[in-house]
Every structure is written in C-alpha cells, then in structure tokens.
Nanobody
Framework: VQLQASGGGLVQTGGSLRVSCAAS????????MGWFRQPPGKEREFVAA?????YYADSVKGRFTISRDNAKSTLFLEMNDLKPEDTAVYYC?????????????????????WGQGTLVTVSS
C-alpha cells in the first residue's frame, strides 16, 4: 500500500492551493482518510479527516475542504485564504478499521498508512 501526496508549493498569503493524495495497492473507500501537517520546528497536528463524517481542526475550519474520489482512490485538500501559519509539510494518512469517535479521526496514532508529505509554504 502506498500513499503519494502531491500538489504542495509556494503561495502568497490569501492564496489557494489543492494538495492530493493518491492511494495504490488498497481501496480505502470504506475507511477513513485524513490530512495532518507538521509546521517547521513543531509537532505533527491534525488538519482534516473524512470517513463516516468530516472533521476539521478549528484553525482551518471554513478555509479548508477535504474530499475524495473513491473511484480514483484519491484524497484532496482544498486550501483557501492561506496564512503563513499554514506553512508545513502536509501528510495524508489512511486506515480501514472502523471508527466511531472524533478521536479516532483526529489522532495520528489511529492511522496505519502514511504518505511521504508535501511541503506547502505560504509567504507573507
């Protein structure tokens, strides 16, 4: 199983960017997939997840949208109104175990499969 993240880059404050994560070797159409990020010098943090419902970190709610194309086994994160504090390496994660609580969607330890990350830099 591989998760391949792409689409990162340099964008100005207020701009938009869409990152993608292509899954191969396994279908997660019935499982959960999510995005985490690691800002420079900080720990990895939850961004958004999709499964039985969608979940967002408070810091991105209203600006970011998670979606997926199950036919293509691809996860997306549409990021709008980007801020310098959104600068980070963005990682996609997936797991096909059943999940019923918010914690199971928002904690990194609850995901078994991880992509390699894509860097998003927001300039001020």
């Amino acid at each position: 199983v591989q998760l391949q993240a792409s689409g990162g880059g340099l964008v100005q404050t207020g701009g938009s960017l869409r990152v993608s994560c292509a899954a191969s070797g396994h279908s997660f159409s019935r499982g959960r997939m999510g995005w985490f990020r690691q800002p420079p010098g900080k720990e990895r943090e939850f961004v958004a997840a999709d499964g039985r419902g969608t979940y967002y970190a408070d810091s991105v709610k209203g600006r970011f949208t998670i979606s997926r194309d199950n036919a293509k086994s691809t996860l997306f994160l549409e990021m709008n109104d980007l801020k310098p504090e959104d600068t980070a390496v963005y990682y996609c994660a997936a797991d096909d175990r059943s999940a019923w609580t918010r914690a199971q969607y928002t904690q990194a330890s609850q995901y078994y499969y991880w992509g390699q990350g894509t860097l998003v830099t927001v300039s001020s």
